[in-house]
């Protein structure tokens, strides 16, 4: 089953980018770079549709750095977009900002005529960090945790350049359970709606496949490509100390682990998908997601015709 979480908050952060879309000149979505498809929200798409879009894969200082190329490539080929690789250690993020909006919407920054970005991206992402690094000061609320920032903020970055931060925003209904294991991983998803242990292993699924040798060193395991999941799962605990009572391995303490390590890069740079597996899990899940709709008004019509014979009788 896909991890869902779409708390009260996001549905008011919709509605607030569906009013103020009308007058942006340039939509920016953040994107973690680790998993870029992933975290590109396909609500968000439909909100901001014919907007010119800045893609910006934030953290790529974290990720695979083959896997970023292929990932700007993908978003530069897209119609009306511009996609840029950014980094916590970047000296002048604002001044990448701005020349890439530009860049994508020439005729603003005239007379009378100033810049309005609308910055979204899903939770955790680092807007906020990236916001106070390009203001040189602590303005925006920062945290290590999803659904910080819920309120909409503005902020000028030059004297005709204004910045409309939004707070993170998933989707509704999250059809490909892959994308919502690696969301969570990446901390973007609330605490409470997902099981540790559960994105783990699909964590590690992803990790013994694409990158062994990260995986291996990090947790001076040998024959990784070659075990279960679950059994490596086991093995980092056993590795790490993760033991309770009866001197069984916790799970729950090994998974906490992985996630943790992943998300601090500990293992290496690492980045959880391809273009082509992304839009492969997204297919899938759009399948998915048409069969269960369908299934659904089959059986609300069945319900309907089972009513009026028993009306009839």
């Known amino acids: 089953m896909a991890i869902q979480w779409f708390p009260g908050h996001m549905h008011a952060t919709r509605k607030a980018i569906a009013a103020r879309i009308k007058e942006i000149d340039v939509v920016i979505e953040l ?15 439909e909100l901001t549709a014919g907007k010119p879009a800045l893609k910006i894969l934030n953290k790529q200082d974290l990720a695979d750095p083959a896997r970023t190329a292929l990932w700007l490539a993908h978003f530069n080929d897209q119609p009306a977009t511009r996609a840029i690789g950014m980094s916590a250690g970047d000296p002048t993020p604002a001044k990448m900002l701005i020349q890439a909006s530009c860049e994508l919407a020439p005729n603003r920054r005239q007379i009378g005529k100033p810049m309005r970005v609308l910055m979204c991206g899903v939770p955790n992402v680092g807007k ?17 945790e999803a659904g910080v920032t819920k309120v909409e903020q503005r902020f000028s970055l ?26 969570a991983a990446s901390g973007a998803v609330g605490r409470n709606a997902f099981d540790e242990p559960e994105v783990a292993v699909e964590l590690l699924a992803i990790l013994k496949t694409d990158y062994p040798a990260l995986l291996a060193t990090r947790y001076d395991l040998e024959d990784v490509a070659n075990r279960t999941d679950e059994d490596l799962l086991e093995a980092i605990g056993r590795r790490r100390g993760a033991i309770k009572a009866g001197k069984m391995i916790s799970f729950q303490k090994a998974a906490e682990m992985v996630i943790y390590d992943f998300r601090q890069a500990a293992m290496g740079r690492i980045t959880l998908e391809t273009p082509e597996q992304y839009l492969q899990w997204l297919k899938d899940g759009l399948e998915k997601d048409a069969e269960r709709t369908e299934r659904k008004a089959q059986y609300a019509a069945d319900r309907k015709k089972s009513f009026k014979r028993e009306k009839t009788v």
């Open 128 to 144: 906020s960090t990236l916001i106070n690094t390009m203001l040189g000061r602590k303005t925006a609320k920062t945290g290590d």
């Open 158 to 183: 030059d004297h005709d350049f204004y910045l409309f931060d939004t707070p993170g925003i998933l989707w509704p209904r999250i059809t490909s359970p892959q994308i919502g294991f690696n969301l």
């Open 31 to 45: 994107l973690d770079a680790r998993l870029p498809g992933s975290s590109s929200s396909p609500m968000l798409a």
